[in-house]
């Protein structure tokens, strides 16, 4: 009742809970958010579930929710048998090079199209818009392009290099850098300015640290799509042993190690268990970062 007293946010504030029809209507929504929240959480307890049962318990009719017992010791004999910390350490690898690439280089472009602002910034912008557009034919091209990379005629495939780059040009993240850096005043990079301290310094001391917010932000998203990314690994990487969890999954799904339905549902929660986590305790930044960006909804 506590929190109820403050509450000033939202479609009911503190002076309508008084009312009893408000009351009805808050106690009616808040139920039905219950009821979807339970929908959304069931079919992932029922996997990790059924990650702990035999298989002649998984199949058996009728079917049982819980397990006749659960033997913890199940997820070690899974993890060592398919080294499955292996794909873990591989899919840690590509989040952090994904990360600094992201943070840096898409960070400098929207600083420079914020604050720089250098000769036909407007058409830049325009292209970089018009780069989000692009449909998913562009993958054919851009993989022929880090099969024989142009310049250096380098083979990239096999590495986690291809990723990182992907990861540096995302044009939307580039927006959202650009966006957050508008709302930061003048006053500070001039100042900056006229102590000597270089563009680049600017970007280093001042505009970074003003900018934890939308770095939290595009740093949550860049973890979880690099958690989920499936597609180029798969492509990029290939057999070459860089493999991430994305990947492990699907050579699974095909038989290629030999592991029965109640084990792949055990790898399947272990594999969707760490994003969940992450965007469970840092969601709340996600909105207020974008928010303080310019896009809302």
Sequence with gaps: MKYFSA???GLFNFSDLRKPSIKVAYALMFVFMLFIAAICIFPVLW???SGFKEPSELYQIPPTFFPKSFELGKVKDIISQINLSKYFINTLWIIIGSLIFDIII????????SRLKPLGTPILETLVFWSMLLPSVSMAPLYMTFVDMPVIHANLTGTFLPLFLMAGCNAFNIMLFRN???GIPMDYVEAARIDGCSDAGIFRHIILPLSKPIVVVVAIFNIIASWSNFMWPYLILGDSGREPISVLLYNLSLGKLKINDSELMLIVMLSILPPIVIY????KHITGGLNMSGIKG
């Design 7 to 9: 509450k000033t946010e």
């Design 106 to 113: 898409n960070g400098l472009a929207g600083y420079v199209l």
């Design 47 to 49: 996997v990790f579930l």
């Design 180 to 182: 957050f850096f508008n």
């Design 280 to 283: 469970a305790l840092l969601s």
